[in-house]
T-cell receptor, first 113, second 111 residues
Framework: GAGVSQSPSNKVTEKGKDVELRCDPI?????LYWYRQSLGQGLEFLIY????????KSGLPSDRFSAERTGGSVSTLTIQRTQQEDSAVYLC???????????FGSGTRLTVV | DQQVKQNSPSLSVQEGRISILNCDYT??????FLWYKKYPAEGPTFLIS?????DKNEDGRFTVFLNKSAKHLSLHIVPSQPGDSAVYFC??????????FGTGTRLKVLA
């Protein structure tokens, strides 16, 4: 597609439930990133995928968070047993390998009640 | 431990004047710096970048200055326009990925 597409745009979930957030990167972009922005905070790196290489998961805040990327394209970020502190805007971005700067999607606003 | 800091959460500037947004960092290994602009309900969009081997990069109305000794970079917008009203994030990295972002500065350009 023309840009990075994320779904859903908004998600309200009850504490303790699992959620899945989806990202469709720009066609041809082999690098894919997940960031999140909590209220009043900067963008926090979560995970990075590059082609078939092992992902860099160093930013995932707990083992309740996981992400996968199928077929080198679409990625899903899964949060299990959601907590209120997981409430944030989750942003996906993609880029060509080695490119400086990437293209972000519009994000998914997750609210855990 | 915030490696990239934007100490001014907001800034108001009159249309036509210069906007100066500041960013400080602590990691001397950072070798590439970016500025992003974000409108409400949209993802951040890339604005301008600078590598650590330079001290200035210009693109139209936007200029980024890097002072490595002070670990400080700034974004100048001249002249400021109402459409520039947005949140501006600076980001820094070692290498080409895993950028560390600041908390952002909300710029309001008054008509």
């Amino acid at each position: 597609g023309a840009g990075v597409s994320q779904s859903p745009s908004n998600k309200v979930t009850e504490k303790g439930k699992d959620v899945e957030l989806r990202c469709d990167p720009i066609s041809g972009h082999t690098a894919l990133y997940w960031y999140r922005q909590s209220l009043g905070q900067g963008l926090e790196f979560l995970i990075y995928f590059q082609g078939n290489s092992a992902p860099d998961k160093s930013g995932l805040p707990s083992d309740r968070f996981s992400a996968e990327r199928t077929g080198g394209s679409v990625s899903t970020l899964t949060i299990q047993r959601t907590q209120q502190e997981d409430s944030a805007v989750y942003l996906c971005a993609s880029s060509l390998p080695g490119a400086y700067g990437y293209t972000f999607g519009s994000g998914t606003r997750l609210t855990v009640v | 431990d915030q490696q990239v800091k934007q100490n001014s959460p907001s800034l108001s500037v009159q249309e036509g004047r210069i906007s100066i947004l500041n960013c400080d960092y602590t990691n001397s290994m950072f070798d590439y710096f970016l500025w992003y602009k974000k409108y409400p309900a949209e993802g951040p969009t890339f604005l301008i970048s600078i590598s650590s081997i330079k001290d200035k990069n210009e693109d139209g109305r936007f200029t980024v200055f890097l002072n490595k000794s002070a670990k400080h970079l700034s974004l100048h917008i001249v002249p400021s326009q109402p459409g520039d009203s947005a949140v501006y994030f600076c980001a820094a990295s070692v290498g080409t990925y895993k950028y560390i972002f600041g908390t952002g500065t909300r710029l309001k350009v008054l008509a």
